[in-house]
């Protein structure tokens, strides 16, 4: 087959694809006429096209056959049986015998394998997202080349294309659907990685309700459209064919973005407008472009940005596809904007409820400490008793527990928006400071309880010196009404709740002295609550099986966390492997208990590397990892599980330094350095993810002194000082502090260090690579650094 019958070929198939199939048989006539091998070549191509899309389609030399290679085996991949088959390969089932799971393996034969330039940016992306493991992101697993051919092999779906959903019309959930899409793209185009050919035949839907979006970084290997380029004059104008000049356009007419049909190189930004397109579709059902347009009038269409919304769309819906279709790629939001776009879509009835709810809270705030006020003000006139005012006011607080505790805390939290309870959990903090104690310490605890939650929600806010008032307010509250019931579990637990959260935030700004009584009472506290019970059980009505498990877990971890920071590591160890024994059958029984185990876990792997144990850090940092990692992965988009998803990179990275490997050390530190930058993208106010890209810098920079690359080292650690001064305004946590006093130690800035590392070791904090850097850089005379240490 010459290339000019391969073009004439292509360029049927491609209209034939675009024709409705009730109409192909009758326009195919007239399209060739009386060359029936012609005929007979597409007739065979449009055959397998359910199978693969046309862009992966290349005709075999006549007479040819595709060599079916099931049963084979290339390494350690086994190929078990063809699921597809096209021009540029074919597609196996196949089984890694290694790890022994199933996979994909696309075969792509040897005279169709890609460039050596093409073939090395899709291997930097692969390995980009074989890292990645994105639940809604085929994985790329491995890439293998032989003297034959090039084999991919991916995870292994099952489900139906998008494409497949569409042909019944609009699906039921178009915007569940799209969200899974955008979280895809989000994951990838954060690091750099668009897809280029986005439509509903790459988007699969798996039986448990999963999309999966197919063939990230395979569209730079895919055919090359071919379409006249009007914006050039032909050399020829004499010739039949005016298309002389030709742009070369890699992607799917219909999908294509505007810079694309042009010949612009494929970016984010027009994945963006290819989703667009692809979301109108689920809104409708409906592509945007008319079913009887051909490639050639599809590409025009493209270029000129000539697209009509659909019309009967919610306002936000319409809103939303006209930013994505913008003919400017950069006026249109990315990935993320999207998704959230998408997230507040879906969450419209029940933001509607909640914000109703918190109104109404606020209200009910207003009115109680309005009526409190003037009940206080016209006491004489309204001559009522003294005990009267009391239930009044204690009636209002009630009140207000039962909204704060059971119709907005546990909802908001659970979908992460306390931001919204925020201003409520203020006056709700200036409410309670006008009730004395006795309205206060009635019933149960109830009052105490929703003062406790405010002060959760003041200091997830990062209001910490409001949230430790309230915090002490409910304790001072709690003590002596568990004197006074001794054999009340509930009121037991409450106090426990008071001493360990006060704890907590002690901890926080570094108060280790007096964060730790808090600590070993909740410990105390929490073993009698569970005394007799196997772990995870306990009874259902409260405090529940559940609620005494975490209090004890969490208790034991904030303990041996402080430990660690004073640098009595040993002891730290003690807390934490009891805790790791009481988590692991406990999470067995109870599944939310899995935070507290991977918080436990995650402090075991920094005690281990403190007392420098390379033959037990690199374990237990590797368990640490796992299941931070099974966490993440379940939901992806919890802000919190993706921190604790770049610490767990963070503190791997460090393990295997100390272990030697260096190599994958860095590639480790880099992974959770991206994943912390996204996190910084998504919440670029909130300290804390500024802070997680600096200590994985100086992870980075540190592996990079072990490897003598010193000016990259320096590099980073500058980069960690832009990132800490800002943060340290703030007069944020000791570890903030100590993070730049490693970059200005590292530095030479021994002047600026000095009284930095002064307020740290004066503070309690004694962990051994902060004594060390002091020491050796004698930034605290030696005499007073042996007398703070015994």
């Given at each position: 087959?010459?290339?000019e ?12 694809l675009?024709?409705?199939?009730e ?18 070549e ?17 005709p ?12 084979q ?13 096209g ?43 074989s ?19 090039d084999?991919l ?10 494409r ?23 994951a ?23 999309v999966?979006v ?6 730079s ?5 071919e ?12 010739d ?25 190189p494929?970016r ?14 689920l ?33 936000a ?9 913008d ?11 999207t998704l959230?776009?998408?997230e507040?879509?879906?969450d ?14 606020v209200?009910?705030i207003?009115?109680a ?7 206080l003000q ?7 008793a003294a ?21 907005l805390?546990g ?23 006008r ?15 929703a ?36 054999d ?8 426990a709740l ?17 964060s730790?009584?808090h ?35 969490r ?24 805790a ?16 507290d185990l991977?918080?436990?876990q995650y402090k ?5 590397y ?21 966490l ?6 919890d ?25 994958q ?21 909130h ?10 810098l ?30 340290m ?8 502090a100590?993070?730049?006093l ?38 605290i ?10």
């Open positions: 087959m010459n290339p019958r391969y073009q004439q070929i292509k360029a049927i198939l491609i209209e034939a675009d024709r409705p199939p109409t192909r048989a009758r326009w195919l006539d007239e399209a060739c006429g009386s060359d029936a091998a012609l005929r007979a597409v007739e065979s191509l449009l055959a397998s096209e359910a199978s693969e899309s046309f862009l992966e389609q290349r075999f030399e006549a007479g040819a056959e595709a060599t079916d290679v099931s049963g085996q290339f390494g350690r991949i086994r190929l078990d049986r063809m699921i597809a088959r021009g540029m390969g074919e597609v196996y089932a196949g089984t890694d015998t290694l790890l022994q799971r199933p996979v994909a393996v696309k075969r792509m034969q040897s005279d169709l394998r890609v460039s050596a330039a093409r073939r090395s940016a899709f291997l930097s992306e692969a390995q980009v997202l890292g990645l493991k994105h639940p809604n992101i085929c994985q790329v697993y491995d890439f293998i080349e032989d003297a034959n051919q084999l092999v991916m995870e292994l779906i099952d489900g139906q294309t998008l497949e959903i569409l042909i019944h019309g609009r699906p039921a959930d178009p915007i569940g659907l799209a969200i899974q899409v955008a979280r895809g793209l989000v990838a185009h954060e690091r750099g990685i668009a897809h280029c050919d986005l439509k509903p035949e790459n988007l699969i839907l798996t039986p448990e309700g999963t999966k197919l063939d990230f970084g395979l569209a290997t895919r055919e090359i459209i379409a006249s380029d009007p914006s050039e004059p032909s050399e020829n104008a004499g039949a064919d005016p298309a002389v000049r030709r742009t070369e356009i890699m992607g799917t007419p219909g999908y294509l973005a505007p810079e694309q049909a042009r010949g612009e494929g984010t930004a027009a994945d963006q407008w290819s989703f667009g397109l692809v979301l109108a579709e809104l409708t059902g409906h592509r945007l472009f008319a079913a009887d347009l051909d490639s050639r009038e599809l590409i025009e269409q493209a270029r000129q940005a000539k697209v009509s919304l659909p019309g009967n769309l919610p306002r819906e319409t809103a939303l596809l006209g930013s994505l279709l003919p400017d790629p950069k006026a249109r939001p990315s990935a993320r904007e959230q776009t998408l507040s879509i879906r419209r009835p029940a933001r509607r409820w909640r914000y109703g709810l918190a109104a109404g809270l209200g009910l207003v009115m400490t309005g009526k409190y006020t003037l009940d016209n006491e004489r006139a309204l001559a009522l005990q009267e005012r009391a239930e009044i006011a204690r009636a209002e607080a009630e009140e207000l527990a039962g909204y704060m505790i059971d119709e805390y909802g908001l939290r659970g979908v992460g928006r306390l931001d919204l309870l925020e201003p409520v959990a203020i006056k709700a903090a200036d409410y309670y400071g009730l004395d104690d006795g309205e206060l310490r009635g019933g149960r605890g109830e009052q105490s309880l003062l406790i939650r405010v002060a959760e929600v003041l200091d997830m806010q990062g209001h910490l010196a409001d949230a430790t008032t309230a915090y002490q307010r409910a304790l001072d509250n709690l003590i002596p009404l568990a004197e006074q019931n001794p009340d579990e509930l009121v037991q637990y409450r106090r008071a001493e360990r959260n006060l704890g907590e935030v002690l901890r926080f700004g570094g108060d280790y002295r007096n730790d009584p600590a070993i009472n909740a410990i105390r506290m929490a073993r009698t609550l569970t005394e007799g019970l196997a772990p995870g059980r306990g009874p259902d009505e409260e405090p529940t099986g559940q609620q005494r498990w975490s209090l004890l877990l208790a034991l971890y904030l303990y041996a966390d402080s430990l660690v920071r004073q640098g009595q590591v040993p002891e730290a160890l003690i807390l934490l492997d009891e790791e024994q009481l988590a692991v059958p406990a999470v067995e029984v109870e599944a939310s208990l899995r935070r991977g918080d436990i075991r792997c920094m005690a281990y403190d007392s420098q144990q390379a033959d037990q850090v690199v374990p237990a940092c590797r368990a640490s990892f796992a299941l931070d990692e099974a993440y992965e379940s939901n992806p988009d802000v919190r599980l993706q921190r604790n998803m770049a610490a767990a990179y963070w503190m791997l990275g460090r393990a295997l330094r100390v272990a030697g490997n260096h190599a050390a860095l590639e480790t530190s880099t992974l959770g350095e991206q994943l912390a930058r996204a996190i910084v993208a998504r919440d670029p106010d300290a804390d993810s500024h802070n997680t890209v600096a200590v994985l100086i992870s980075k920079a540190q592996i990079h002194l072990a490897m003598d690359a010193e000016a990259e080292a320096e590099a980073l650690f500058q980069e960690v000082l832009g990132i800490t001064r800002p943060l305004e703030n007069a944020l946590d000791h570890a903030t100590h993070n730049q490693i970059a200005l130690t590292h530095l030479g800035e021994l002047d600026e260090a000095r009284p930095l590392a002064r307020e740290i070791f004066d503070s309690g904090w004694r962990r051994p690579e902060f004594l060390e850097m002091v020491a050796t850089h004698r930034l005379p030696a005499d007073e650094l042996v007398d703070g240490i015994n």
